[in-house]
Antibody, heavy 118, light 106 residues
């Protein structure tokens, strides 16, 4: 069974940093591109970014570029999202997703909750 | 950015009804359109990708169609377990989601 389990969500102050992790199981992690998607308290969904199979290529949504970094450790079957200089607008549930084909997100984790507030 | 507009925002229907959800793009997205279902308290789930390809394990009562800027998700016979919010998602250019259609039982 494909499983994605996020962790690391918490309350963080504006301007602070946070790193989310997503541990994958039930499939060969290194064969898949992986994406992050977030959902705001108002329930809007936003695609954040993606990383290719070996971690050598990443793409980010313009709204978070240069503040967030996606990385992966294939030996640990783990995906990461490093968040820096966070803003109140970054408050959301962050989902780790597997992409079966480019941008076809066929498996989702349960989400990690991030709240940015002083 | 390509804007995705879903309509209606809320839809009430009865069990057994044929239901159609709409998604309109601000420009041609060349059929790069996915549909996701999100039930209360759960993560979104892929239903259909690239306009009309049914994801493995999804019931055949779900189908998708469209081209250019206009796309639809159809449920041929609504079931109680289909109560959810449905999101469209374009990936012709920088990926963007629609605002969702909340499907309720009448």
């Amino acid at each position: 069974e494909v499983q994605l389990v996020e962790s690391g969500g918490s309350l963080v102050q504006p301007g602070g940093s946070l790193k989310l992790s997503c541990v994958a199981s039930g499939f060969t992690f290194s064969n898949y591109w992986m994406d992050w998607v977030r959902q705001t308290p108002g329930k809007s969904l936003e695609w954040i970014g993606e990383i290719n199979t070996d971690g050598s290529k990443t793409n980010y949504a313009p709204s978070i570029k240069d503040r967030f970094t996606i990385s992966r450790d294939n030996a640990k079957s783990t995906l990461y999202l490093q968040m820096s200089n966070v803003k109140s607008d970054d408050t959301a549930i962050y989902y780790c997703t597997r992409t079966e084909y480019r941008y076809v997100m066929d498996a989702w984790g349960q989400g990690a909750s991030v709240t940015v507030s002083s | 950015d390509i804007q995705m507009t879903q309509s209606p925002s809320v839809l009430s229907a009865s069990v057994g009804d044929r239901v159609t959800l709409n998604c309109k793009a601000s420009q041609n997205i060349n059929k790069y359109l996915n549909w996701y279902q999100q039930k209360l308290g759960e993560a979104p789930k892929l239903l259909i990708y690239n306009t009309n390809n049914l994801q493995t394990g999804i019931p055949s009562r779900f189908s998708g169609s469209g081209s250019g800027t206009d796309y639809t998700l159809t449920i041929s016979s609504l079931q109680p377990e289909d109560v959810a919010t449905y999101f469209c998602f374009q990936h012709n250019s920088w990926p963007t989601f629609g605002g969702g259609t909340k499907l309720e039982l009448k």
